[in-house]
């Protein structure tokens, strides 16, 4: 699979897949594709359904696989930038709920409890976060301008939830 990134305040996700590869995505989060790919849609077990709501992400996914080479985008309905991040399956994301957009098949969603009651009272995110783990590329939707700090070996920043 390749993809590329298009625009800027209302970014578009454009993957090119080859014949038998799948991409999941969020129900609503396709915007164009060539005519090769066939749609499922899933929602999985009852336990599945029920991680998802409460995380805060659509309990339907949408799978769709090229029958032929071909291109398909997605998007998101608010400015801001879609961020993609290759995992080699030793890493965990965890991230706020809502910023999935789109993922190789190999990415497994979850949920994720904050430990820290504090935390989870007041940083504005609720007790239920969601975590993102596997091998292979997944695309995160974040509302805003992203800015990059590369950190030195040993040093760390707090980032507010929001």
């Known amino acids: 699979m390749q993809h590329k990134l298009i625009g800027d305040r209302y970014p578009v996700l454009e993957c090119t897949l080859s014949a038998g590869e799948s991409i999941v995505c969020e129900g609503g989060a396709m915007l164009w594709m060539s005519d090769c790919f066939k749609m499922e849609t899933t929602n999985g077990d009852i336990g599945g359904v029920f991680k998802k709501l409460i995380s805060g992400e659509n309990p339907c996914q949408n799978i769709y696989t090229a029958n032929a080479d071909g ?23 965890v991230m706020k709920k809502g910023v999935y957009l789109a993922s190789q098949s190999t990415i497994s969603l979850d949920i994720a409890v904050q430990k820290n009651i504090k935390t989870g009272l007041f940083g504005g995110n609720g ?10 590329w ?3 939707a974040a509302e805003g301008d992203i800015h990059e700090v590369d ?12």
């Open 138 to 140: 997944v695309f995160l």
């Open 71 to 93: 291109k398909i985008a997605f998007g998101t309905g608010i400015p801001g930038s879609i961020l993609a991040f290759e995992l080699d399956g030793g890493k965990t994301l």
């Open 127 to 136: 007790f239920v976060m969601q975590s993102i783990s596997g091998a292979g």
């Open 151 to 162: 950190l030195a070996e040993g040093e760390a920043i707090v980032i507010d939830t929001n």
